[in-house]
């Protein structure tokens, strides 16, 4: 099996012809960028999506449509209930799922579904403003994949890395955003993803590898968004000492777990 990153916290996973994408966005406006994204590098054939949670910047209807094979599953949390406020950062990707007529499947924590080769799980999560989340293992090829979304660091990894792992290779978001929004005040000062050692962290109780980093760099907007700082080199620092070979991988290149260099 080999591996790809996307835009932002994009994963594409590829076996034998056939593929699968996790947080696939092309459309960069929501992370008030114009940069241009990869889009699925088999457009119309990809056999499965999934979906970390329903926030724009991991959720792109219109991307995912291009990408899925007739028939193929999206895979996605469980939608936001509350009234206003509650539904700010979930309504628009709800709304263009339901208007691109991309069909979706909810799973919640521990369900398993497969797609051609891959074998899908879907372990807890805790998204730093309050929404429903998930992470994903895919196994596929002897080679088992975490992907993370831009969870915060939680009490759940021992439990992911006994039921889907050990894991071969971790995606896991490394920004340690703190933000500010108008509907949720007054704001907190505490970051809303990992920050760059907890993500090494967590790679580690997880058993990974190898850990790339993503969801950094492309959005850095203060005072709403404030990343922080030297998230890639902090990252790869921790990584080393836990013995984890941090693998920081372009947008759009595809890299294979058996023959990634050790840093």
Not at 132 to 152: A, N, Y
Not at 177 to 199: C, D, I, K, R
Not at 209 to 221: D, F
């Amino acid at each position: 099996m080999r591996l790809r990153r996307l835009g932002w916290a994009g994963a594409e996973l590829e076996h034998a012809g056939r593929t699968l994408v996790i947080d696939l966005i092309e459309d960069a406006s929501p992370l008030y960028s114009d940069e241009e994204f990869p889009a699925a590098s088999r457009p119309g054939e990809t056999v499965a999506a999934l979906v970390t949670h329903l926030h724009t910047d991991h959720a792109d209807p219109v991307a995912i449509r291009k990408a899925l094979a007739p028939g193929a599953p999206v895979y996605r949390p469980e939608p936001v209930t509350g009234p206003g406020d509650d539904l700010k950062w979930t309504c628009e990707a709800e709304a263009s799922f339901r208007e691109h007529g991309v069909a979706t499947e909810v799973l919640r924590p521990w369900e398993e579904r497969s797609a051609g080769p891959f074998r899908i799980g879907a372990g807890p999560s805790l998204d730093g403003l309050g929404d429903p989340q998930l992470s994903w293992v895919v196994e596929c090829d002897g080679l088992r994949v975490f992907h993370g979304g831009d969870t915060i660091f939680h009490g759940h990894w021992w439990s992911i890395a006994r039921r889907f792992g050990p894991v071969d290779v971790a995606f896991v978001p490394i920004n340690g955003p703190v933000v500010e929004l108008p509907h949720l005040q007054p704001p907190s000062p505490f970051h809303a993803a990992m920050l760059p050692e907890e993500a090494a962290v967590a790679a580690h109780i997880l058993g990974a590898r190898i850990a790339v980093p993503m969801h950094y760099g492309t959005l850095n907007k203060p005072p709403i968004y404030v990343e922080t700082p030297r998230a890639v080199e902090r990252f790869e620092r921790r990584a080393r000492e836990l013995g984890i070979t941090p693998l920081v991988v372009p947008y759009g290149e595809w890299f294979e777990p058996s023959v990634a260099p050790v840093h």
